[in-house]
């Protein structure tokens, strides 16, 4: 059964890397950015346009820490959109940034009310999902500080505080 099983999964390794395979003239068209890149080297490219299909992870909800193992995140699409999950449910809402001063690394960050599926968690998951969600429709400002994506609520003295999990993914 072992060998059945690794014959299938090296022919499928083989055959998606063939279907992988493209000339530097078909490749995407949005690069991807490292965190080298984001830090070291002058941006010239809009914050919104380098947020477009990445995927981030919410280290810090304001100040608060978070519940390592619940792996709340934040996605930003192509259509104004914002997706992820909450550490209990799936959500989504519709964001809006706005350029404050023509800055490469803040803008301004509004987030219409978060939609939601209703799985029932643990008090403590649903205590920070919920707290979580609240601190995004009072979102006013997003910044890119080094490797952290951090969005700034109003009420909060500390931001929430992100890592990068994807750099311009494809839309599913």
């Given at each position: ?52 299909n ?35 449910n ?16 803040e ?66």
């Open positions: 059964m072992n060998q059945k099983f690794f014959a299938l999964a090296m022919g499928a390794s083989v055959m998606v890397a063939n279907l992988g395979y493209f000339t530097a003239s078909q490749a995407p068209a949005f690069p991807a950015l490292s965190i080298a890149q984001m830090t070291d080297t002058p941006i010239t490219q809009p914050l919104s346009d380098r947020l477009v990445t995927e981030w992870l919410l280290e810090d909800l304001a100040g608060a820490g978070v519940i390592d193992n619940l792996q709340t995140t934040l996605r930003f699409d192509e259509t104004h959109r914002i997706s992820g999950y909450g550490g209990c799936r959500y989504r809402a519709t964001a809006q940034l706005t350029a404050q001063a023509e800055q490469e690394i803008m301004g960050f509004t987030v219409d009310a978060v939609a939601s599926t209703r799985m029932l968690c643990t008090p403590a998951a649903m205590n920070q999902e919920a707290r979580y969600f609240q601190a995004l429709e009072k979102a006013e400002r997003i910044r890119l500080e080094g490797s952290f994506l951090l969005v700034y609520s109003e009420g909060s003295e500390a931001p929430l505080r992100f890592t990068q999990l994807t750099t311009a993914v494809e839309s599913p």
